[in-house]
């Protein structure tokens, strides 16, 4: 009997793929309980029009805390490289993310190359831009709740 050949299995969502229409709608399911946040559609940008798509996540800390992460894609003005951001708000409108939570961007390596932490504040932003093929990361901490994804541009 021959052995059976199997695709490669994808460890991690490749987010240039987010860009293309017939890989997103609003009622299909993403990897790893993303889902889409806005359509993808020609944003005016410098007046001139750019495919953008983000995509969020609801994670939940100790005491039912929740907060939404965000994470956006849209293709930058120079070739083969995507702007990316990476935000963090409270769940609920009127209060505060919690002080000390850590927003961090790693690299392939798992090294972090970008970090912010939160205060009084309500949402928390990171903007980046990479080349099409990278690896990066994004790591949250906060107390004993950490959370990590790695992601492909």
Same mark, same amino acid.
Request: with cysteine; glycine share 2%.
């Given at each position: 009997?021959?052995?059976?050949?199997?695709?490669?299995?994808?460890?991690?969502?490749?987010?240039?793929?987010?860009?293309?229409?017939?890989?997103?709608?609003?009622?299909?399911?993403?990897?790893? +309980?993303?889902?889409?946040?806005?359509? #993808?559609?020609?944003?005016?940008? /410098?007046?001139?029009? =750019? *495919?953008?798509? $983000?995509? !969020?996540?609801?994670?939940?800390?100790?005491?039912?805390?929740?907060?939404?992460?965000?994470?956006?894609?849209?293709?930058?003005?120079?070739?083969?490289?995507?702007?990316?951001?990476?935000?963090?708000?409270?769940?609920?409108?009127?209060?505060?993310?919690?002080?000390?939570?850590?927003?961090?961007? +790693?690299?392939?390596?798992?090294?972090? #190359?970008?970090?912010?932490?939160? /205060?009084?504040?309500? =949402? *928390?932003?990171? $903007?980046? !831009?990479?080349?099409?093929?990278?690896?990066?990361?994004?790591?949250?901490?906060?107390?004993?709740?950490?959370?990590?994804?790695?992601?492909?541009?």
């Amino acid at each position: 009997m021959a052995p059976i050949e199997h695709a490669p299995l994808r460890l991690m969502p490749q987010l240039s793929c987010w860009l293309n229409e017939s890989t997103i709608s609003p009622d299909r399911q993403l990897p790893s +309980l993303w889902r889409l946040t806005f359509p #993808v559609n020609p944003l005016q940008f /410098r007046k001139q029009a =750019r *495919l953008c798509a $983000e995509l !969020s996540k609801q994670l939940s800390f100790e005491n039912d805390r929740e907060i939404s992460l965000f994470l956006g894609i849209m293709p930058a003005i120079v070739p083969n490289e995507m702007d990316l951001w990476v935000r963090i708000c409270s769940q609920n409108s009127t209060s505060f993310l919690p002080s000390n939570l850590k927003l961090m961007i +790693l690299d392939a390596d798992r090294e972090v #190359v970008m970090q912010a932490t939160t /205060r009084e504040t309500h =949402r *928390l932003q990171l $903007e980046f !831009s990479g080349e099409i093929g990278e690896i990066f990361g994004i790591q949250l901490e906060f107390q004993n709740f950490k959370f990590s994804e790695q992601f492909q541009i």
